[in-house]
């Protein structure tokens, strides 16, 4: 999604309306929740925008911990809003950075709206997509347009996602795929945890490699360690063995796995079907 027609033609007319370009004068003092001007090259007012400041050159800005850089800026004081144009860098502390095209910013909502090639990274992962909106009061950055995750192990791609900072969560909605160096997984819906790697997925589901090929509906697997816990319709294939069961555990390193329940294992190679309520198999 790029920045929507009505934004552009709205900030192109307040710019080309604005004139009287002085050199910024330093802001009343400010509630700590409105928006500071730290600097720009030039500002622009105008009676016809009564409470606006057009920010023109190396453009400054700050909000409760949050420092934006920017091409061109609109301050609007009796909104406490921004839009930035141009260049736009958001960053809030020493830990997570946003680039964008275009950003409209409330400060009484501390909520980011941006777009055209959007780029969140933080010590952990990095996220781009086309379009993000970034509540930091919450401290939750979500897109709804499709967007790719990087981190020290993963590759994520979903056409929806919610990335919670405190937790290091990410919440994927819809076509969602892994791509890892042992294996590639498909789901409806996964949770995944950046700092232990492990996810929790719901909905159809499946993990595979080359030499492996796991189906479930809901389940959990640990990328770390190489563990997984499938329930509902769920069914692990290793080479010439296959082994079904209502609750399936799964060490993958050491080509381990045990069944509970309803349990059918499968030899294609001996041509033997095993029925059970409890069985544990090496499948290498």
């Avoid at 033609?9 to 050199?23: H, V």
């Avoid at 001007?37 to 949050?66: C, F, M, R, W």
Wanted: overall charge positive; hydrophobic content about 35%.
């Amino acid at each position: 999604m790029t920045m929507p027609l009505y934004l552009k033609s709205s900030f192109l007319l307040i710019f080309i309306s604005f004139f009287a370009q002085a050199q910024i004068q330093p802001q009343k003092e400010l509630k700590p929740d409105y928006i500071h001007i730290l600097y720009a090259d030039h500002a622009t007012t105008n009676a016809k925008y009564p409470g606006k400041q057009l920010l023109s050159g190396n453009v400054k800005i700050e909000h409760n911990g949050a420092t934006l850089i920017c091409d061109k800026a609109i301050v609007d004081k009796t909104t406490n809003t921004a839009i930035a144009v141009g260049k736009v860098h958001l960053m809030q502390g020493d830990t997570l950075e946003m680039k964008a095209g275009f950003l409209k910013y409330d400060g009484n909502k501390s909520f980011a709206e941006a777009f055209d090639k959007v780029f969140l990274k933080d010590p952990k992962m990095s996220l781009t997509t086309d379009t993000l909106f970034f509540d930091r009061k919450k401290q939750e950055a979500y897109y709804v347009s499709g967007g790719v995750i990087v981190d020290s192990i993963n590759k994520l791609r979903s056409e929806q996602g919610k990335y919670f900072l405190e937790k290091k969560l990410f919440r994927f909605k819809h076509n969602v795929h892994i791509d890892n160096p042992d294996y590639q997984l498909d789901s409806y819906q996964l949770d995944y945890y950046a700092d232990s790697g492990v996810s929790n997925f719901y909905g159809p589901t499946k993990i595979y490699n080359p030499q492996s090929y796991i189906y479930a509906e809901k389940g959990h697997y640990d990328s770390k360690k190489k563990i997984s816990w499938f329930v509902k319709n769920a069914f692990i294939k290793h080479k010439h063995t296959t082994i079904k069961g209502d609750s399936l555990y799964y060490d993958q390193k050491n080509a381990f796995a045990t069944g509970n329940k309803n349990v059918v294992l499968h030899d294609s190679i001996n041509k033997t079907w095993i029925f059970t309520d409890a069985a544990q198999r090496w499948i290498n």
